[in-house]
C-alpha cells in the first residue's frame, strides 16, 4: 500500500511517499481503508520532533512511528478475532494518538478508539473531527463545565479547534465570543459565536467584558492578561498550540508551565488540557454533529501525495479551520 512515512525529523521534505506493507489487524484491532485523513498541529510538532523533549517518547534519533497521521475515516475491511461490534463494511472514524498511521491507504486501529461515522457527513468531514474535537469537548464540557447561560471566550476561534469550540459552546447554551484576524471574521460568526473580536483591532483583555469560561488554543498572551478577562470565579482552559517559527514552537510552552505552578495559588480555575482519544468522546461529537450541531469546516483538501504540500500550508499560518487528505 501506498503511505507517508518519515525516518528522521526536519521539515516536510523529510516527509516521502512510499510502498509498504499493508498492515494486518491484532485481535482487538479493525482494519480500515482510509478515504480521508486530517491535518493537526500535531503532525508539524510530531514532523519536527518539537518540543525536544517530547522525543523521549517519540524517539530520539527520529520517528518510532514511521508513517504520519492520526485522524482518519474509512470503510472497515477486515476485523480481529476479538472485535466485538465493528464489521467489515461499516463506516468509521477515530484517532489514532500517539501510533500515527492515518495518511496511508489502509490503516489498523484499537477498536476502542474507532466510532461509527457520523450519518450526515462525508469522509472528509468526519476525518476533520477526531482530535480537534476532541480537544474542544474536553476544554468546554469537561474542563470548562460550560453550562447554559455561561459567557465563554474562546482565543483562537479560526483554527481546527476553535470552528469546533465555537459550536460546541454554543450547543452548550453558552453566550460565545470568538477572536480572529479580520478574514476569518464572517465564517465565525456564520458558525454562530455571538460576538466576533477581530485581534488585529482589539484588545479582548482589555474591554469591559468578563467571561465565565476562557478557553486559549494560541499561547499570545500573558497569564495575567487572559485572567483579566475572567470573572472573579471563572475559569482558564489552557491547551496547546502557538506558532512554529525557526525551529521551535513558540508561544504556550512557558504560558502552561507558569499556569501549572501559579494555579494552587490564585482566586481563577486553572485547567492545563490534556488530551486522549476514546470510544466515548467520538460517540458524543457523532451525536452532536448528527444533530446538526457540529460540523467541521474544511479550508483546503490534497491528496495523499501531497501530505508535505498540505503542511507547509499548515505551518504557514495560512489555513483556517481544517486541511484535509484525501486517499
Not at 498541529?41 to 504520519?68: E, F, N, Q, T, V
Amino acid at each position: 500500500m501506498k503511505a507517508i512515512v518519515q525516518d528522521r525529523y526536519g521539515s516536510p521534505e523529510t516527509l516521502t511517499l512510499a510502498e509498504v506493507d499493508k498492515p494486518v489487524p491484532a485481535a482487538d484491532e479493525v482494519l480500515v481503508r482510509v478515504e480521508a485523513a486530517a491535518l493537526n498541529a500535531y503532525d508539524w510538532h510530531a514532523m519536527r520532533g518539537d518540543p525536544r523533549m517530547a522525543r523521549l517518547a517519540m524517539g530520539r534519533s527520529g520517528p518510532k512511528a514511521r508513517i504520519r497521521g492520526r485522524d482518519f475515516a474509512g470503510r472497515v475491511e477486515a476485523v480481529g478475532p476479538h472485535v466485538r461490534e465493528m464489521r467489515p463494511g461499516d463506516a468509521v472514524f477515530g484517532d489514532l494518538g500517539d501510533a500515527n498511521g492515518a495518511f496511508a491507504e489502509y490503516v489498523c486501529v484499537p477498536e476502542a478508539l474507532v466510532a461509527p461515522k457520523p450519518a450526515n457527513l462525508t469522509p472528509q468531514q468526519a476525518a476533520a473531527l477526531p482530535l480537534a474535537g476532541i480537544t474542544a469537548l474536553m476544554g468546554l464540557r469537561d474542563a470548562g463545565q460550560v453550562e447554559p447561560g455561561h459567557r465563554v471566550l474562546i482565543n483562537g476561534a479560526s483554527g481546527g479547534v476553535g470552528t469546533l469550540a465555537v459550536q460546541l459552546a454554543k450547543a452548550l447554551g453558552a453566550t460565545v465570543t470568538a477572536v480572529c484576524r479580520t478574514r476569518n471574521v464572517d465564517l465565525i460568526r456564520s458558525l454562530g459565536a455571538d460576538r466576533v473580536v477581530d485581534y488585529t483591532r482589539d484588545d479582548f483583555t482589555r474591554d469591559a467584558r468578563r467571561h465565565d469560561v476562557l478557553f486559549d488554543l494560541v499561547g499570545n498572551r500573558s497569564l495575567t492578561a487572559l485572567r483579566r478577562a475572567l470573572t472573579p470565579t471563572g475559569t482558564l482552559v489552557l491547551s496547546g498550540g502557538g506558532v512554529y517559527r525557526g525551529g521551535s514552537v513558540i508561544g504556550p510552552v512557558w504560558l502552561l508551565m507558569r499556569g501549572r505552578m501559579l494555579a494552587p495559588f490564585i482566586r481563577h480555575r486553572i485547567v492545563i488540557l490534556a488530551t486522549a482519544p476514546s470510544r466515548q468522546h467520538l460517540d458524543a461529537l457523532r451525536a452532536y454533529a448528527e444533530a446538526g450541531r457540529l460540523t467541521p469546516v474544511i479550508d483546503r483538501t490534497y491528496p495523499l501525495h501531497g501530505v508535505p504540500q498540505a503542511i507547509r500550508y499548515l505551518e504557514g499560518e495560512h489555513a483556517r479551520a481544517k486541511v484535509v487528505i484525501t486517499t
